[in-house]
């Protein structure tokens, strides 16, 4: 089945960055586009950033220019390199195999002032 963990959220201080990992199985991932989506408290999941199967991106106009999303077909992962964070970056943080509903657990990313 469809499988994805993220890893790599955390405790960070305004102006540091955090690189956050997906580790996806159970489908056919070189072939798929990928997103990575936030929620914070009491707010909508935002889209934050895809990449298609061959390496294009599109990030929101909130996160552009500090945010980067990569991939490795070859390990089956997703990356969010995080820089220059704020505190409105914080969030739950989840991947997700884009156009489809499966989402992983998502991984809290907390910046502080």
């Known amino acids: 089945q469809v499988q994805l963990v993220e890893s790599g959220g955390g405790l960070v201080q305004a102006g540091g960055s955090l690189r956050l990992s997906c580790a996806a199985s159970?489908?056919?991932?070189?072939?798929?586009?990928m997103a990575w989506y936030r929620q914070a408290p009491g707010k909508q999941r935002e889209l934050v950033a895809t990449i298609t199967r061959i390496g294009s991106t599109n990030y929101a106009d909130s996160v552009k220019g500090r945010f980067t999303i990569s991939r490795d077909n070859a390990k089956n992962m997703v990356y969010l390199q995080m820089n220059s964070l704020k505190p409105e970056d914080t969030a739950v943080y989840s991947c997700n195999r884009w156009g489809t509903t499966y989402w992983g657990q998502g991984t809290q990313v907390t910046v502080s002032s």
């Open positions: 159970g489908f056919s991932f070189s072939m798929n586009s």
